[in-house]
């Protein structure tokens, strides 16, 4: 058990071959995890609370403790190739949300986005990366990707090649892109309700709304 506390960043080996250096011990990588997830049922949760309980793991069980110690930080590489850094003010926005009391905070574009429009919203404590903001189309039926915790958008290969723009224009002015939607559809783009009061009509979304992902907004 002391050389598992004692472990500083070391390189580690799941057993389909997977290599990755991680730089915790396990006792914090069970913490990350539990304190990640919440009270959520999941492998990484089992394998921490295991950790805590009997204070050890199989040589086989620990690499998988600290991979989901990194994806709960944000920080597991799977190697996507066409990484796209600069959206951590839209993993914000959602954290903002989130801590607002939101427990699936989203945001749906179907008109600032060609077809068939694109929506994000923030991964719950089940996923495999919790916190991370995963894009798909407007419908939800299509994933396209997740934004991780540091900002960083990883996209898969049917992503068309305008989401990184959408993902881009909101992230420099949310507030801009929520106002032209909101105009155009009528509808927050947060939530989803036809807008009616005249300052929400003009700003395109409402004030629940705005307080929730802190942008700005008359009634406020």
């Known amino acids: 058990?002391?050389?598992q506390l004692l472990s500083a960043t070391k390189e580690m080996t799941t057993t389909n071959g997977t290599t990755f250096e991680t730089p915790y011990s396990d006792e914090e990588a069970a913490s990350k995890v539990l304190g990640s997830r919440e009270e959520s049922e999941s492998f990484f949760v089992e394998l921490a609370e295991e950790y805590q309980e009997s204070g050890s793991?199989?040589?086989a069980q620990r690499p998988y403790l600290h991979k989901?110690?990194?994806q709960a930080d944000g920080n597991w590489d799977d190697g996507s190739p066409d990484t796209v850094e600069g959206f951590e003010a839209i993993v914000?926005?959602?954290e903002e949300?989130?801590?607002s009391g939101l427990s699936y905070p989203s945001i749906k574009l179907v008109e600032e986005a060609p077809e068939p429009g694109l929506r994000m919203y923030r991964a719950s404590s089940r996923s495999s990366r919790p916190g991370s903001v995963a894009v798909t189309d407007a419908e939800g039926e299509e994933f396209w990707g997740r934004i991780r915790k540091n900002g960083t958008f990883h996209p898969r290969e049917s992503a068309p090649e305008w989401a990184v723009d959408v993902l881009e224009e909101f992230a420099s002015?949310?507030?801009?892109?929520a106002r032209k939607e909101g105009q155009v559809t009528g509808k927050c783009c947060f939530c989803g309700l036809e807008l009616t009061e005249e300052g929400s009509i003009s700003v395109g979304?409402?004030?629940i709304c705005a307080e929730n992902f802190g942008l700005p907004h008359p009634q406020n």
């Open 1 to 3: 058990m002391m050389d």
């Open 57 to 59: 793991l199989s040589e």
């Open 68 to 70: 989901g110690a990194l």
């Open 92 to 94: 914000g926005h959602f």
């Open 97 to 99: 949300a989130h801590a």
């Open 173 to 177: 002015d949310p507030a801009l892109i």
């Open 205 to 207: 979304y409402g004030p």
